[in-house]
Every structure is written in structure tokens, then in C-alpha cells.
């Protein structure tokens, strides 16, 4: 087997290795606050192992259900706005470094997370709504498109029509209010 992607014999060294990989991932996973369903995908450990990894990291058992976000979430005014900057960090990472998916989405969620806080300002973006939206991206579920007044990159529909696309910092919606404009990236709501 030379593929990178296929699973090594249980016992050898190679399958130690592999595994002690996906533990340290799923433990950053979970200190990212990443829900159970998001290791599940993103490491070949099984669910009862990641359940008990999940209890040693944070003390509490992980939330049920399933993962409850669709691409409309990321197309509303302020989560909008802190999906495009995430997602923005995410792009420059995969042209700049060689990384992988996960990884891409790691360190960006972190970059995101530190600007959000060095602004005083709370992250919106929750990492599994972040990684989340990585999907959406991925798979042209969303895109990005590139505001004609701003010229900054913000995801939207992939039916939006480029040529006519205004962003919700230039335009905020009219509930948003005069006052509120100046503090739009409060996460107030
Ligand atoms: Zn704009």
C-alpha cells in the first residue's frame, strides 16, 4: 500500500504513528470547541474513542444532535461579515502554505479568533460553523464574490450577480440602523 490515504494494519508502526496523529488533531479539534460530528469527519478514530477523548479534554460530555447550520446562516448581514473574513484567512493560507484541508482551517479559525479579539470584538464564528463553512465553500455551495464598491471578498450565493454585488458593511441592511452601523461588528445579537 503506497497510497497516503489508505488506513495501516492495526499494530504496525505505521498505524501507531497514523494514530497518535489523530489523537493530537482531535484534541486541537476539540480545544478549537469543535463539535463531535466535525472529528468524526476529520479523523479515522472511532466514535467511542473520540467520545472519551472528548470527556478527558473539556469535562462534559459533547452536545447531541445534529450539526444545525445551512448555507443561509453565513448569507445573514453579521455572521456574513465574519464568515468573509475567516474565510479570506482561509483562502491566503492554501495560496501562501501547503497545508492540509483541516489544517487550513485550523490555523485560520486561530487567526481569525486573534483578530476578532486584538479588535475587542467577541468571534461570531464558532469553529464548527467555521469548518462548516469550509464545506459550503468547498463544494460551490457558496462562493465568494467581490464587493463593486469596497472591492473586498465576501461569500455569497453562488447565484449572486457579480457585476451588480454590493457587501453588507457598504449597504447594511436597513434593520441595522444608523447608530448601529458604527459598532457593526458587535455580536450583539
Ligand atoms: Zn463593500
Redesign the pocket.
Known sequence: MTSVAATPRPGTARSLIAESRDVERAVQLILLGARLQVLESETNLSYERLLKLYKEVTGRSPSKGQLPFSTDYFLQWQPNIHASLFENIRQSLLKAVALDDIEAVMKAYRLYDEQMRACGLQPLLSFTRAWRLSRFMDAGMLVRAR?T??G?HFVADPYVNHRHY??G??KPPARAGKGRAQGALRADD
Open positions: 464587493c464598491q469596497c473586498g454590493v457587501c458593511l457598504c
